[in-house]
């Protein structure tokens, strides 16, 4: 068996004796890997500072690019739109959506429903009935209990927007919920929503020890938690394109519009009622949701696992995006769970986040939640119009090509000979360096 390799105390080592103990056991070269680490430190130590601020046990940075995508027109205005992502191609078929859909109308986008929701946890031995029949009096001592975090909230238009008391004890004996809905303004809200439950937990657990109705057992309550769900599916944009069928017709990439249509259409169809395939689709939504909800300081993991329970809330895992072709229009839209904000977190205290934002025109979160799905949107109809057409790898390649010849550092004849050349070839690092050196050995 391998060493393995512990340490106590590792939190409490500067950054350089961090990295100085990571190279030291884990690589082959320290010294490269020590100043390959502190390269990606930040020039400036405030800037570093408040990167490391984000994290623990931080010892360098993980650099991802930023690209833009432009020509966003959403609800009649033009946006251009920050993506932070790794995968090549995202951000161009991004662009040529956008941009195909600019001179047909643009995407429209609306909101569904702003609310989010937090639940209280807990066991109690009693009678449901007894407890239900005391409900409006215990909803109205945890909105008064509550008032003081929520008073901001409410100032600016948010605060708790209803109170449910649900019995699950079918399911798991004594078991009960608060299950409470929340507005949130601008800010994700996060942390004025689990503030607000841990405050419902101790009013729940002062009401059954006050109130004389309650007797014996009846006076304990247990709570088991109390924390907000990423699961809002009241939190939703619509966002819609569509066209009359022969509108469709694009000379490079849509030259029969009727057939598009009703290859598109099948596609769809197939993402609703195949789980393999619905991954994969919903997957290339989320190439561009994520990588704008990363771009704007937003939180992926949430909205990830928030649109995946979405797609499956009919029992079964299927697309997220819906297709029509009826009366010779196309439609295709996206109904996309969205918890986002712009203010707090990490929306404004990340620099680049606070640019992306800036860029965006300073979005509230309403707006910032119709970019992002008219992206995702955008996202979904350039894969699926690669898929039904010409296949994603021509795409792909052109893009794979153009990397592999910048990595040799070609000049603009190579790169037009080198590209024309493998038009009709499949590209591969080897092929193209073999290529390359023929063609400089010949001139
Ligand atoms: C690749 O990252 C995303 C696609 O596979 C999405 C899809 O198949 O719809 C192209």
Known sequence: MSEQKTIAGFSKLSKRGKIRWIVENFYKDPETVFNELVSFWHPKEDQQKVLDGFSENTISNFPLPLG?????????????????????SVVAAASAAAKFWFTRGGFRAEILGMKKIGQVHFVWKGAFEKLRSHFDLLREQLMLNAKPITKNMEDRGG???????????????????????FHTCDS??????????????STLTSFFISNDQF?????????????????????IVRVTVSCPIPE???????????????KFYTAL??????????TTHNKGIYNGVDAVVLATGNDFRAIEACGHTYAARSGQYS????????????????????????VGGLTSAHPIARRSLEMLGNPGAEDL??????VGLAQNFAAVRSLVTTGIQKGHMKLHLSNILTQFGATEAEQQQVEKYFEDKVVSYSSVREYLEEIRKQG
């Not at 469709?248 to 249509?261: C, G, R, S, V």
């Not at 697309?319 to 712009?342: N, Q």
């Not at 939640?369 to 008219?374: F, L, P, S, T």
Request: charged share 20%.
């Open 68 to 88: 833009v995508a432009p020509n966003f027109m959403i609800n009649d205005k033009v946006y251009l739109v920050p993506m932070v992502i790794e995968e090549s």
């Open 159 to 181: 605060g708790i927007a209803d109170i449910e008391l649900i019995d699950l004890s079918d399911k798991i004996p004594d078991y009960y919920q608060l299950k409470a809905g």
């Open 188 to 201: 994700m809200g996060a942390n004025f929503i689990n503030s607000v439950l841990e405050n419902f937990a």
């Open 215 to 235: 007797q014996g057992q009846e006076k304990d309550v247990r709570i088991i938690m109390s924390i907000l769900s990423n699961y809002t599916p009241e939190n």
């Open 248 to 262: 469709l017709y694009d000379e490079k990439t849509i030259p029969n519009p009727k057939e598009f249509a009703e």
């Open 269 to 278: 169809q197939i993402a609703h009622v195949d789980p393999h395939r619905a």
């Open 319 to 342: 697309s997220l995006s819906y297709c029509s072709v009826e009366d010779g229009t196309f439609k295709f839209w996206i109904d996309l769970p969205l918890a986002v904000g712009t």
């Open 369 to 374: 939640m119709k970019i992002i799905g008219a």
